[in-house]
DNA sequence: ATTCTGACTTGGG
DNA sequence: CCCCAAGCCAGAA
């Protein structure tokens, strides 16, 4: 609605996560930086993880190009969209090494 | 109202 | 590289 002032904050990462291009990644930290909270990674995952069973046809969160300081797709509790999201992101021309990490220093998002 | 849980990060040893 | 402690917030029971 039109009361950003109190607005969740998961609308404000939102908003970040679905400003990163297609074939870049960001960190949870990274999103919460330029959301403008700077500690407020967990957050980030968490507000992510609400937004499993969002049917946001209309207004997609790439959820998929936020993965961990370490480089590597996060273990959620369950498993599901974990191979998903490799899937994805390869499919945006993200590669992965041989230990399933990403190369950050080529992929990782450059905020402007 | 209280308690528990959950896609994390960073710094220090 | 690994392990530990602290910081942070929202939603469900």
Known sequence: MTTPTRASRWQRFYAVVR???????????????????????????????????????????PWHRVVNARGEISARSEPGPEPLQRVMLEAEGVTFDTFGRIAMKRHQWRAE
């Open 19 to 61: 400003q990163i291009p297609s074939g870049k990644v960001a960190t949870y930290g990274q999103v919460a930086a330029l959301s403008g909270f700077p500690r407020h990674a967990r957050q980030v995952g968490y507000a992510l993880f609400a937004l499993r069973s969002a049917g946001d046809d209309e207004d997609p969160v």
